[in-house]
Structures are given as structure tokens and as C-alpha cells.
């Protein structure tokens, strides 16, 4: 292997993994482990292969600010001039910090709170991405309490089968996601006569880690199936937003480029007369993903009766995918000549966290001893955003690698750190 899965930006050179002009040993003892390493060359190419098939056409991109909150990760993207794909009133001041236009924020999420939807309108978010009646109605309350009109698209459940695990499947009838499709015309109705609600355009979104455009196609076509019916009663809609998350390469997977992607969409709008609508794209996981590793350290090997386990120093509250979804992230040394003496051996990759839940691969061939560091592929994307302190492990540092220039983007926490935030509280109070 001369470069990671996806990732020309993480390649072998003379037996050492470098990411960019940087090999990764220097940054894991510089930083220590475990660290989340991303290349700013990576995310570049990963935007430009959107930007690449949209050339031209009325598309904007919609980072999903979940996938990877870091706010240089973030500032990147709004440098580049995305807007930004939000689910919280935290990613809405993250955006914000990071220099987003507000005007070009989306929030999505099927359970918006009172306070974030005023917070939200107070900064003059583009559009909300509304997902129930319930909803609607309570924006439109918090909207008029504000003297406004809350700009919005009606997610709509297209009921497609993105094909990928059940967890990150959003557009089937059996989620919890959108407004269903045959609820959707009377929804836009309810939605045009209520004063404190401007509709703006639709929205759907089916799934995340999709590796195939067929199933972008079908809810395409379900959703200018509503359009034109929604026209027709005379309430206009400005933008199309087609949300769903192109997969990226962990293993073997060959989902389609993005360019190609949003080719093949904008073909279909062209073919339905709608082509010169603006259309809005949610990438997360496909911008990130591939983006970035976590290198992790050989804390131990242990030989067992039945498996052999490498204890590394990462663990399932740094990269909860593999604990979540069984998910596969390929684990490559970061040098490619074991010590002398070293036997490859087929080792479960575990961390130090108290449940048997906690690997980050199986069955993994490795040449490595004690002291080893390894890298986790892919890690960009749904790792450090989904990490946690359990088993009060602090979190990781992030450094962003640019040509031969990197910089710490995220301190690690310290042990002191966990037990601080909750410095002075929990004495009990009375109502007396
Ligand atoms: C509404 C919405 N937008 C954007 C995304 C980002 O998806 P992905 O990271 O797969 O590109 C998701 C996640 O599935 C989502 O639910
Ligand atoms: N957290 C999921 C993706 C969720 C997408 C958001 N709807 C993953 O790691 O694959």
C-alpha cells in the first residue's frame, strides 16, 4: 500500500507514512497520542471535486457541519465560500464563529428547540429545513413573537432506500426524519398561510455513506414530482435542496466522484425542466472524511487463547464508528519496516475503555510491538465530532497539516480538564 484508502494525501514514503510534506511520527511525538491528523491539501480536493461538477450551474454547497466541527475545519469551508449544513444552536455559533453568512446557513434536525429557533432567526439563518407540522406551527409562533418571518423548505421523507446501514438511513417511511410524501402538498398549504412562515424551497435527505447515485435519482424525482405539484397552487420554491451523503472510500467501497454525482443530477433536473433552479448540496462526510487519520499508540500486545489483542491508546470514545456500526476503518503502521524480530500477527485492535465493545478493527495483520504507532484511516469524518469523555478519558488534539506547515487546531484535554468543568457544583439545593 503506498497511500491510505481514498487518501492520496497520506502516502508511504522511504517505509514512513507522511500526510502531505509531514511525516506523521514527528507529529505523534510532538503531540502525542492519540491525535486526529488532517490535511488541508485533502479537504481542498475533496471540495473541488464538488466544485467540479457544478461549474456553471446554480449550486451551492451546504457543509454538514456534523461530520466534523473543528472550527479551522470549519473556516476552511467558509474561506472557500461553502455555507453550512446545521442541526444545533451549538453548530449555529460554531458556523458563526468560523465566519460563515449566516444567509447561507440551513438547519436541518427534526427536534429544534423554542430557544434555538429564536437564536437562529436572531442571526438571520438562510433557511430552516422544517420536519414536522409541530414544528411549523411552533416556528411560526416564535417567528411572529419576534416581529419576523422564518425563512423555510419542507424536509420531505421521499421513502428511498439509500442502501446503507440502518442507522444512517434517513429517507425511508419507517425513519423519524422529514415530512412524508403524501403529507407534503397540504403541509406546504398549511405552510403558506401561516404569517410568520416565508417558504423558500423543499429538502430531502436519505441517508449517509450512499454508494450509488440511483437512489439520488429517486428521491430527485419524488421530490420535482412535489414541486410541480406546489407550484401549481401557486407557492413558489427558490431552491431544491437533494440531501444525502455521498459515501467515501473506507475498504474496498467505489461510490461515484462528487462531480459525477452532481452531474448525473443536474442531467435529471435538465431532463425534467428544471434546470435552472438553484440547487443545494449537504456534504459532510464525503468533504472530511478522507481527510483525516487518528494515530494511535501500541500501549500492548496480548496474546490470548482464542484472539491476539494490540491494545492501543485509542479507544471507542475517539472513534466510536467501528463500537456504533460495526464499521471498518483500515489500520495502516505508520512505519512500514518492523523492528527486527517483529512476526505479523492477526490481532484484534482494541482500546483501553471497560467494554468488549470497544475495537477499532478485527482481525487486522500486523507487524508491531509495543511502542508501535499506528494510524486509523479515514478519520475525518464522525470521529472526533462523536467523541466522548466515557471512562473519563479526555478527548484528543487535532492538528491540520498544510504542505509542510501544521498547526494544533484543538489542544488535548488533560485529566485536570474533566474534572474541572464541574469545579463548585453539586451541592444539593432546597426549595426551602
Ligand atoms: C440533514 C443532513 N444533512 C447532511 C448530512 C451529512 O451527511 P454526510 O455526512 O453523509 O454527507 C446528514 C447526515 O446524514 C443529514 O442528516
Ligand atoms: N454518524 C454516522 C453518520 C451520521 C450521518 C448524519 N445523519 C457515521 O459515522 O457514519
Known amino acids: 500500500m503506498s497511500t491510505l484508502p481514498g487518501s492520496p494525501f497520506f ?160 429517507g425511508l417511511k419507517s425513519n423519524k426524519f422529514g415530512i412524508a410524501h403524501d403529507q407534503a402538498l397540504a403541509a406546504y398549504r398549511l405552510a403558506a398561510s401561516l404569517p410568520g412562515i416565508a417558504v423558500k424551497g423543499i429538502d430531502c435527505h436519505i441517508g449517509s455513506q450512499i454508494t450509488t447515485g440511483a437512489p439520488y435519482l429517486d428521491a430527485l424525482d419524488r421530490l420535482l414530482d412535489l414541486v410541480t405539484a406546489v407550484e401549481a397552487e401557486g407557492i413558489a420554491l427558490s431552491h431544491i435542496d437533494c440531501g444525502g451523503g455521498l459515501g467515501i472510500q473506507y475498504q474496498d467501497e467505489q461510490p461515484p466522484r462528487a462531480g459525477d454525482l452532481w452531474a448525473q443530477i443536474l442531467t435529471r433536473a435538465d431532463a425534467r425542466g428544471f434546470g435552472q433552479r438553484h440547487f443545494m448540496a449537504e456534504p459532510g462526510r464525503s468533504l472530511v472524511g478522507n481527510a483525516g487519520v487518528c494515530v494511535t499508540e501500541v500501549l500492548y500486545l ?32 505508520l512505519s512500514q519496516t518492523p523492528a527486527a524480530g517483529v512476526q505479523g500477527q492477526v490481532y484484534d485492535v482494541v482500546g483501553p475503555v471497560c467494554e468488549s465493545g470497544d475495537w477499532l478493527g478485527r482481525e487486522r495483520h500486523l507487524h508491531v510491538r509495543q511502542g508501535d504507532w499506528l494510524a486509523v484511516c479515514s478519520a475525518g469524518a464522525y470521529c472526533m465530532s462523536m467523541a466522548s469523555n466515557y471512562n473519563s478519558r479526555p478527548r484528543a488534539a487535532e492538528v491540520l497539516v498544510d504542505g509542510e506547515r501544521h498547526e494544533l487546531i484543538r489542544a488535548r484535554e488533560t485529566f485536570a480538564d474533566l474534572v474541572q468543568a464541574e469545579a463548585g457544583q453539586g451541592s444539593f439545593s432546597t426549595n426551602q
Do not use: W
Open 11 to 170: 502516502h508511504y514514503q522511504d517505509g514512513q507514512l507522511f500526510v502531505e510534506s509531514v511525516p506523521l511520527h514527528s507529529l505523534a511525538q510532538a503531540y502525542g497520542t492519540p491525535l486526529f491528523v488532517y490535511s488541508k491539501a485533502a479537504l481542498g480536493s475533496a471540495l473541488d471535486a464538488y466544485l467540479a461538477g457544478v461549474q456553471g450551474r446554480q449550486v451551492s454547497i451546504h457543509y454538514a457541519v456534523k461530520a466534523n466541527s473543528n472550527l479551522a475545519i470549519l473556516r476552511y469551508f467558509a474561506q472557500r465560500g461553502c455555507g453550512f449544513d446545521i442541526v444545533s444552536g451549538g453548530e449555529l455559533l460554531r458556523a458563526l464563529a468560523a465566519g460563515a453568512d449566516a444567509a447561507r446557513i440551513v438547519f436541518s434536525g427534526v427536534g429544534k428547540t423554542q430557544d434555538e429557533m429564536r437564536l437562529a432567526l436572531q442571526k438571520g439563518v438562510g433557511c430552516f429545513n422544517v420536519e414536522s407540522l409541530a414544528e411549523l406551527h411552533t416556528l411560526n409562533a416564535v417567528a411572529q413573537s419576534l416581529g419576523v418571518q422564518a425563512p423555510v423548505s419542507l424536509r420531505v421523507n421521499p421513502d428511498v432506500d439509500a442502501q446503507t446501514h440502518p442507522y444512517i438511513s434517513t
Open 302 to 333: 496480548k496474546p490470548g487463547e482464542e484472539r491476539h489483542f494490540c491494545i492501543v491508546d485509542a479507544a471507542m470514545n475517539d472513534l466510536p464508528r467501528p463500537a456504533l456500526y460495526e464499521a471498518y476503518h483500515a489500520i495502516a503502521p
